[in-house]
């Protein structure tokens, strides 16, 4: 079965990977095209556009980041909606939102192509082995003829009626998860700030009646630090916002995740300017303070870039991925410098 698949970030690339090594014929696009690459090691086939890849897939997958992306893979130039038509289908696995799920729908039904909303619960780790929730909506023939892909992508698939459907269960799921994080972060800090061992939280949770996946899989990562992102913070934020506003217009009060929404709100505009702070440090002449000698080097990561700077030479290497930066033996992150260097150039 040939399958197209549309943007290879960190759940497309997984599903693609997946569906190739379960013997589909996949053609892969991403905007940024070299991302394209290590699936091609694979066996995969580029597709230069969304248009090239539909033109030549009776399938095209897309898992794309926000309803901005969605929308613009379909209704721009090159986009999906210059070759979808009959015989043809369209299934977008994104999480976006049901009007958003509802206007690509109608394009491309309107030109005779089927449609198919499925959104995914679980992340990361599930999307490498097949272990995804598929929530379907939309053309039901099309969910039929896609199950052998749906079966080597997920556990489970739902098919929840018309168009919309699936993306409102996605972001009902995704507001409890998201209210639960906040709930499991504040718990984790208040055991620890009240002198309890964190660690003995997470085994009393693990036992009890609220023990889950998530806190089991979270929590030892969180207490080490560890927040190399499965789900990134900005996709959780988006999902709040939109299952928001999903509240809005059925009048439904939750003043649960409004506040969680004001966390990750909160949390995202933090780390940004931050980012962007040391991008633009890095590729201006490198002069520091002398007081910066204490922290000799720093990394962080910033849109696949991973920067290492060394304080005493003031010289910077760059590295366009975890495992490349990894194999030039560059460290961890360490936000404690990263926090210096902005004090620094504020004062
Ligand atoms: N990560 C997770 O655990 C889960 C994520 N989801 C949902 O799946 C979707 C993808 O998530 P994830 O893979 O984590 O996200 P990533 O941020 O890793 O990848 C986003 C993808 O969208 C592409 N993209 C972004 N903007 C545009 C645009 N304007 N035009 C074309 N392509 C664009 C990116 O391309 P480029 O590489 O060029 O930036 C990339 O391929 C999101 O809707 C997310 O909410 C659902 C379940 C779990
Ligand atoms: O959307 C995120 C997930 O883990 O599910």
């Not at 095209?33 to 556009?49: M, P, Q, R």
């Not at 909606?81 to 206007?103: A, C, F, H, N, R």
């Not at 168009?163 to 504040?186: C, D, H, R, T, Y």
């Not at 440090?281 to 002398?290: A, G």
């Amino acid at each position: 079965m040939e399958v197209g698949f549309l943007g290879l970030g960190i759940m497309g690339k997984a599903m693609s990977m997946n569906l190739l090594k379960n013997g589909f014929k996949v053609t892969v696009w991403n905007r940024t095209l070299s991302k394209c690459n290590e699936l091609v090691e694979f066996g995969a086939s580029i597709g230069e556009t969304p248009a090239q890849v539909v033109k030549k897939c009776r399938l095209t997958i897309a898992m794309l980041s926000d309803p901005a992306a969605a929308l613009s893979v379909v209704f721009d130039k090159d986009g999906v909606l210059e070759q979808i038509g009959s015989g043809k289908g369209y299934i977008d696995m994104s999480t976006v939102d049901p009007e958003t799920s509802s206007k690509i729908s109608q394009a491309i039904t309107s030109t005779g192509g089927a449609f198919l909303e499925a959104p995914v619960s679980g992340s990361k780790q599930p999307a490498e082995t097949g272990q995804l929730v598929i929530l379907a909506a939309g053309d039901k023939g099309l969910y039929e003829e896609s199950i052998p892909a749906f079966d080597v992508l997920g556990k489970k698939s739902f098919f929840l009626g018309q168009v919309g459907n699936g993306a409102k269960m996605k972001l009902v799921v995704n507001m409890i998860m998201g209210s639960m994080m906040n709930a499991f972060s504040e718990g984790l800090v208040l055991s620890e700030r009240s002198g309890l061992n964190p660690h003995d939280l997470l085994d009393v949770l693990d036992l009890g009646a609220i023990a889950n996946p998530m806190f089991r899989g979270k929590g030892p990562a969180m207490l080490k630090s560890n927040h190399s992102p499965a789900f990134p913070l900005k996709h959780q934020q988006k999902d709040m916002r939109l299952a928001l506003a999903l509240g809005d217009e059925n009048a439904v009060s939750m003043p649960v995740a409004a506040a969680a929404n004001e966390v990750l709100l909160s949390a995202s505009t933090r780390i940004d300017p931050m980012y962007r702070t040391v991008m633009e440090i890095s590729f201006c002449e490198l002069s520091f303070p002398s007081g910066l000698a204490s922290h000799r080097r720093m990394l962080f990561w910033s849109r696949l870039t991973w920067i290492d700077i060394d304080a005493h030479s003031c010289q910077f290497r760059k590295a366009n991925s975890f495992k490349k930066a990894r194999s030039m033996g560059l460290g961890d992150l360490d936000f404690s410098a990263v926090y210096e260097i902005l004090k620094m150039t504020k004062d």
